[in-house]
């Protein structure tokens, strides 16, 4: 496959994927607030809220594997830049805040996809690490 043409199925799944975790997430009672925060550190997929805390979504879909093995300590690092990058600019330091991942496998385009969530999948990193 061209790499043009991958990377147009890659967003499309992607796409699918982010709407198909902020469904489940809703059917599980939390609130999406947001979807697609971007700095220059990169982009948090979902921003919902659990009750009093607010969570940063890491969505991974893929066709077979284990998605959120693709969750590497680079990509933390970033997404905990985004995140205080998000907290600082809404004047929401002090709020209870979590990072969660959303695994999607979807290995048949018409059949139902696996979800699996994994709640707080990790603890704030790098230099920009803030209190929860």
């Not at 699918?16 to 059917?27: H, I, N, P």
């Not at 890491?58 to 594997?65: D, L, N, S, T």
């Given at each position: 496959m061209r790499p043009t043409?991958?990377?147009f199925w890659n967003?499309?799944?992607g796409d699918?994927?982010?709407?198909?975790?902020?469904?489940?997430?809703?059917?599980r009672g939390m609130r999406v607030l947001l979807r697609g925060y971007?700095?220059?550190?990169g982009e948090i997929d979902l921003i919902a809220r659990d009750g009093n805390t607010l969570v940063f979504v890491?969505?991974?879909?893929?066709?077979?594997?284990v998605p959120a093995e693709a969750v590497t300590p680079e990509k933390e690092r970033r997404?905990?830049?985004?995140?205080?990058?998000?907290?600082?600019?809404?004047?929401?330091l002090e709020a209870r805040s979590r990072f969660d991942i959303v695994a999607i496998v979807w290995p048949d385009q018409r059949?139902?996809?696996?979800?699996?969530h994994f709640p707080n999948a990790f603890e704030t990193v790098g230099r920009g690490q803030f209190f929860r």
């Open positions: 043409l991958r990377i967003r499309l799944l699918r994927g982010e709407r198909a975790a902020a469904k489940f997430l809703r059917r971007r700095t220059k550190w890491e969505v991974k879909a893929r066709r077979q594997g997404l905990t830049l985004t995140a205080l990058h998000f907290l600082r600019k809404y004047g929401l059949g139902q996809p696996q979800i699996e």
